[in-house]
């Protein structure tokens, strides 16, 4: 199982940029999707997540409103669209897949992408 984020980038506040996980080696529609950040020295901190067919998404409250999730089961794809970005976006931005379900604790998921680094900065 393998799962590979990118599109993060340098982005100034009020920009936007628009996140893609790619998974492979998996029934990708078996799985929620989640996206998680993490800032050196805090924990992993719960983003967004969407069923296995996008019928249902999750956002924290920190971005909800600015941040979009969709998947293309099609193309065993999950997307972060984030728009008005703010300095505390400011991390690394991990997807994970969890059998079944979608849920807000990452220990609840099976696997992860390596991360890919957005920051927000003038």
């Known amino acids: 199982v393998q799962l590979q984020a990118f599109g993060g980038g340098l982005v100034q506040p009020g920009g936007s940029l628009r996140l893609s996980c790619v998974a492979s080696g998996l029934s990708f529609s078996d799985y929620g999707m989640g996206w998680f950040r993490r800032v050196p020295g805090k924990e992993r901190e719960f983003v967004s997540a969407v069923t296995w067919s996008g019928s249902s998404t999750y956002y924290a409250d920190s971005v909800k409103g600015r941040f979009a999730i969709s998947r293309d089961n099609a193309k065993n794809m999950v997307y972060l669209q984030m728009n008005s970005l703010k300095f505390e976006d400011t991390a690394v931005y991990y997807c994970?897949?969890?059998?079944?379900?979608?849920?807000?604790?990452?220990?609840?998921?099976?696997?992860w992408g390596q991360g890919t680094q957005v920051t927000v900065s003038s």
């Open positions: 994970g897949a969890q059998k079944g379900l979608a849920t807000r604790g990452w220990e609840d998921y099976d696997c």
